[in-house]
């Protein structure tokens, strides 16, 4: 049971990594790439947060991106291994699509969850861990403080340029 909940929490810290490393290179902190991004930005920063890190929340909400490419991609990997991440990366390309989301973070990140989650399935751990990982991830990032969890992303993507 406590190694269990160990590979949740690694997986957790890895899916972040993972999905905001993507969403950064992907400049989503820049601009609302999709419709509501830049509203729930702004909305964000009124509320004490910082704007970029508003912008890429917005965007994680409103089209896949690699947060949602990389849940998807587990609950691939968990049922068919690296084809079924695969085809959760061609869902997650159909749903940018369907949003009219110009970027590729989304495709992009489930992809490459896909190699790593199917790559730490190798060594012990089970997609399912990813799968609960991955929501603890996007819990930090949408659910716990917008001001807050904007702030940290705004400083991510400082970093960046």
Sequence with gaps: ????ILHILAAAVIAWILFVMVDIFFKLPEAGGVSGASAIARDIEAGGGALSGGTMMGNIVCSPDASAGTL????GVYVAGIPGGLVAAVL??????????PGYAGTTG???ATFVVYGFTQVGFAATDFIAGMVIAILTIQGLSHAHASRLLARLWRVRQ
Aim: charge should be negative.
């Design 92 to 101: 997650v390309f159909i749903g940018n699509r369907i949003c009219h989301d």
């Design 110 to 112: 489930a992809v490459l």
């Design 1 to 4: 049971m406590l190694g269990e």
């Design 72 to 75: 998807l991609a587990a609950c």
